[in-house]
């Protein structure tokens, strides 16, 4: 008896963990979709072995305590797949004010079938709370399912955190007939809602939230890099070109200008991004960016400096909803591209890059290109393809890199 107790604690332990790694692992520069499915087959391992335990995986789970974002992930996902209200309503009381709960809380939801949520996300949708409502715009906009008059009750209620996550929720669905309603709040007095609002509107195809997008990247916060990716791909060729020339003449704003050059993905950025490879302080920043541009994988054709010390781990992003902050330390898992090879490369190879277009890691966007990338590229690459997707395929939903890899497998099988 202790043996299994054992084993049901290991399995409890080991699926917050490791969720918890999934959850780093599906925004990082080092991962594809083959990883993320690999990471998840190493999860639901554990939360299948928990399920079978039934009530004694329940009491394992709740043991654990909640505190961390994992424990709430595993709390959540159990307690509906044993259809244990009491304890889905407990867990929702205690990650109320927890922000680092959110995002494991709707990573659960997204995780369980349909089939299992029938009644819980009506009735997130329908309380008078603003954070189950708040869940419930999550787990709708991780399904890409509309929240319908939910979503016009989000938009209209006070709690700014209920009303940014509806606006979110406007671009990731691909609700264009909802433009208006996002441009409505484009000088929101709460940044959160102000970049949702902008970030959606622009998706979607507004020209009105372009000055508001630049503000946010050029501004440190967490928003800063889902500004950059968006922005610079909103913009004329000519614009964008000005646009980041002012990045790039900022006192921070070098690795921000190299980056918006990738996402850009014109090969007239591939000579001054490779002057940038004997710069101690981006040239890996500078490396993904000639990746993007080129599609070449500078790992895989062994074109990297090996450095002398293996850099830290990244640190975990708190940012309650999981999107990419700012911080330089998400460069870490970047590979550092070796001057001369990269030189020796590029003399070879750059008459396949004409300056002058639109490039997504080295072929010109295109649906059936971009569907590529999404299939085969790393997780960075895979999102900026999804938004490149998204605005020549506007009122369609925002393909999701960082759902569940079986399901998103699917999806592009599907086409």
Same mark, same amino acid.
């Given at each position: ?94 990650? =109320? ?29 329908? @309380?008078? @709370? ?36 509806? *606006?979110?929720?406007?671009?990731? *669905? ?6 208006? =309603? ?39 916060? @967490? ?5 950059? =990716?968006?922005?610079?791909? *909103? ?28 996402y850009l993905g014109d090969p007239f950025y591939l000579e001054p991004v490779m ?141």
């Amino acid at each position: 008896m202790k043996l299994l107790e054992d084993v049901i604690e290991e399995h409890a332990e080991e699926a917050a963990f490791l969720w918890q790694q999934r959850d780093m692992a599906v925004r990082a520069p080092d991962f594809d979709l083959d990883d993320v499915m690999e990471w998840d087959e190493r999860v639901e391992a554990h939360l299948d072995g928990l399920l079978i335990a039934g009530e004694t995986g329940w009491q394992t789970t709740a043991a654990l305590g909640f505190d961390d974002p994992g424990e709430f992930f595993i709390g959540l996902w159990l307690a509906i797949a044993l259809g244990k209200k009491d304890c889905v309503d407990a867990l929702l009381l205690a990650s =109320e004010d927890n922000s680092e709960a959110h995002r494991a809380m709707i990573s659960a939801l997204g995780w369980l079938t349909p089939d299992k949520l029938q009644g819980v996300v009506k009735a997130l949708l329908s @309380s008078d @709370s603003p954070h189950r409502h708040y869940l419930g715009i999550g787990a709708c906009a991780v399904h890409r399912v509309n929240p319908g008059k939910a979503l016009d009750l989000a938009l209209k209620r006070e709690s700014p955190a209920l009303r940014a996550r509806g *606006l979110k929720a406007i671009g990731e *669905l691909g609700l264009i007939e909802r433009i208006t =309603e996002a441009e409505s709040d484009l000088d929101h007095p709460d940044s959160e809602c102000r970049f949702w609002a902008s970030w959606s509107a622009g998706l979607l195809g507004s020209d009105k939230a372009i000055n508001n997008l630049k503000s946010f990247a050029i501004t440190d916060g @967490s928003r800063r890099r889902a500004a950059v =990716e968006l922005v610079i791909k *909103l913009m004329p060729l000519e614009a964008a070109h000005s646009w980041i020339r002012e990045l790039a003449a900022q006192p921070d704003g070098l690795r921000w200008a190299l980056m918006s050059a990738g996402y850009l993905g014109d090969p007239f950025y591939l000579e001054p991004v490779m002057k940038q490879f004997t710069n101690d302080k981006v040239a890996q920043v500078a490396g993904e960016a000639f990746e993007n541009i080129t599609g070449l994988s500078i790992y895989e054709q062994s074109l990297e400096i090996i450095p002398e010390t293996v850099p830290n781990d990244e640190e975990e992003n708190d940012d309650q909803d999981g999107d990419d902050s700012d911080q330089s330390n998400d460069d870490a898992a970047l590979v550092i591209p070796d001057p001369e090879k990269m030189a020796f490369w590029y003399t070879s190879n750059h008459q396949q890059f004409p300056a002058g277009q639109r490039l997504n890691c080295g072929k010109p966007i295109s649906r059936h290109h971009l569907a590529h990338v999404l299939r085969s590229g790393k997780q960075r690459q895979r999102r900026s393809a999804a938004i490149d997707l998204a605005i020549i395929n506007r009122g369609a939903p925002l393909f999701e890199t960082r759902a569940k890899g079986q399901v998103q497998l699917e999806s592009l099988e599907k086409g």
